[in-house]
């Protein structure tokens, strides 16, 4: 096994250790409907918007990060942001360290094939 | 050395604060006036919009969550006075000058992913701009409305136009949640202002009467203290 799969199959241990790591669970719906329970890296921090007035407004900025294996084993293809209005968007849902739960959108995403993981930028969902 | 010659207190605002508040008070009472007229509209609020002045601080309204109590969606607009120039030409270097002055009317609108029953969703980035936009036009269309021609403020103001209308694209680093959209009216303001007069001393008071007599000769008739020589 070279080391770029090595590091690949680190990356996937990493993402899915909910016992000794920072993995959580995440659930993720494609515009088809179909759903995967994966596990992953999240995160979700305040965020100043600067929208160019000279006044921010507060927000918050949201990722998630999972490996582009688990998607493919769950059925699901790789998640991207979906411009148009009459589609579904993909979706992503996770609970933050308090155990409160939030629904979000995928708008950005940055795969890494080169370890075989997806970073996605995510925006609130209602 | 410079000698203190004022002999008043400058306890009075100027012109561009009186006008600055005019501002304000006039969208804060058209905005609750639109809520009433669109109470048979399907939703009233979407002629709210809150309001706020000279405020730098950070807006967090739009953070709270779907499901949160204080969770509020409302517009804001912050207005502030940015710059002001004073023609050369016009008023005087003595008690009046003119001021042209710019009043940004910053509007802030926030739009939030949903889901669309009907079949796909409703994206939030179109959301908030479209949010945005109707606030831009509210606010044209109450300040430029005929009976805010003078702002309120017949007799001090004199022209208003609306300079300039920005919308403020997101920069491309920009990723956070909920999309919230920038936009700004700029009304340029003219107005005068006026300074401190010293109330002058009376060294002398002489009355002057220019009479022409019966033979025609034109005299001047004098009136005033005289002490009398000794």
Same mark, same amino acid.
């Given at each position: 096994?070279?080391?770029?799969?090595?590091?690949?199959?680190?990356?996937?241990?990493?993402?899915?250790?909910?016992? =000794?790591?920072?993995?959580?669970?995440?659930?993720?719906?494609?515009?088809?409907?179909?759903?995967?329970?994966?596990?992953?890296?999240?995160?979700?921090?305040?965020?100043?918007?600067?929208?160019?007035?000279?006044?921010?407004?507060?927000?918050?900025?949201?990722?998630?990060?999972?490996?582009?294996?688990?998607? =493919?084993?769950?059925?699901?293809?790789?998640?991207?942001?979906?411009?148009?209005?009459?589609?579904?968007?993909?979706?992503?849902?996770?609970?933050?360290?308090?155990?409160?739960?939030?629904?979000?959108?995928?708008?950005?995403?940055?795969?890494?094939?080169?370890?075989?993981?997806?970073?996605?930028?995510?925006?609130?969902?209602? | 050395?410079?000698?203190?010659?004022? *002999? &008043?207190?400058? *306890? &009075?605002? *100027?012109?561009?604060?009186?006008?600055?508040?005019?501002?304000?008070?006039?969208?804060?009472?058209?905005?609750?006036? #639109?809520?009433?007229?669109?109470?048979?509209?399907?939703?009233?609020?979407?002629?709210?919009? &809150?309001?706020?002045?000279? /405020?730098?601080?950070? $807006?967090? #309204? $739009?953070?709270?969550?779907?499901?949160?109590?204080? &969770?509020?969606?409302?517009?804001?607009?912050?207005?502030?006075?940015?710059?002001?120039? $004073?023609?050369?030409?016009?008023?005087?270097?003595?008690?009046?000058?003119?001021?042209?002055?710019?009043?940004?009317?910053?509007?802030?609108?926030?739009?939030?992913? @949903?889901?669309?029953?009907?079949?796909?969703?409703?994206?939030?980035?179109?959301?908030?701009?479209?949010?945005? #936009?109707?606030?831009?036009?509210?606010?044209?269309?109450?300040?430029?409305?005929?009976?805010?021609?003078?702002?309120?403020?017949?007799?001090?103001?004199?022209?208003?136009?609306?300079?300039?209308?920005?919308?403020?694209?997101?920069?491309?680093?920009? /990723?956070?949640?909920?999309?919230?959209?920038?936009? /700004?009216?700029?009304?340029?303001?003219?107005?005068?202002?006026?300074?401190?007069?010293?109330?002058?001393?009376?060294?002398?008071?002489? @009355?002057?009467?220019?009479? /022409?007599? @019966?033979?025609?000769?034109?005299?001047?008739?004098?009136?005033?203290?005289?002490?009398?020589?000794?």
């Amino acid at each position: 096994m070279g080391l770029k799969e090595i590091a690949a199959a680190d990356a996937r241990i990493i993402l899915n250790d909910k016992i =000794t790591g920072v993995a959580i669970p995440i659930i993720i719906t494609d515009p088809d409907g179909v759903v995967g329970n994966l596990t992953g890296n999240t995160n979700d921090i305040g965020q100043l918007i600067d929208v160019d007035t000279g006044v921010a407004v507060s927000g918050r900025f949201a990722t998630i990060v999972i490996t582009i294996a688990d998607l =493919t084993e769950a059925g699901l293809g790789i998640p991207r942001g979906i411009a148009d209005n009459n589609k579904k968007p993909w979706l992503v849902d996770f609970d933050d360290v308090n155990g409160n739960s939030y629904k979000f959108k995928v708008e950005e995403i940055m795969p890494d094939r080169t370890i075989g993981v997806i970073a996605c930028v995510v925006g609130a969902y209602e | 050395m410079a000698v203190k010659v004022l *002999d &008043k207190l400058i *306890d &009075k605002e *100027d012109t561009f604060e009186i006008v600055r508040d005019k501002i304000s008070e006039i969208l804060l009472a058209e905005t609750a006036n #639109q809520v009433d007229l669109a109470a048979a509209e399907p939703n009233p609020s979407l002629w709210a919009f &809150k309001v706020y002045l000279e /405020r730098s601080n950070a $807006f967090e #309204q $739009f953070l709270p969550e779907a499901n949160a109590p204080d &969770k509020d969606v409302t517009p804001i607009v912050n207005i502030w006075y940015d710059n002001g120039s $004073f023609p050369g030409n016009q008023g005087d270097t003595v008690e009046r000058q003119v001021h042209e002055a710019v009043y940004n009317i910053d509007c802030y609108a926030s739009g939030v992913s @949903s889901d669309n029953p009907a079949g796909g969703h409703n994206p939030g980035d179109k959301a908030a701009a479209l949010n945005v #936009q109707r606030i831009l036009r509210l606010i044209r269309n109450i300040l430029m409305s005929n009976v805010n021609t003078y702002l309120q403020l017949q007799g001090i103001v004199g022209r208003r136009w609306p300079n300039s209308i920005t919308m403020f694209q997101p920069s491309i680093d920009n /990723r956070a949640t909920p999309n919230v959209i920038g936009a /700004r009216l700029a009304l340029r303001v003219k107005f005068n202002e006026f300074s401190p007069q010293q109330t002058p001393e009376i060294l002398e008071l002489v @009355s002057v009467d220019i009479k /022409r007599l @019966s033979d025609g000769q034109v005299v001047l008739e004098a009136d005033y203290d005289q002490t009398p020589p000794i």
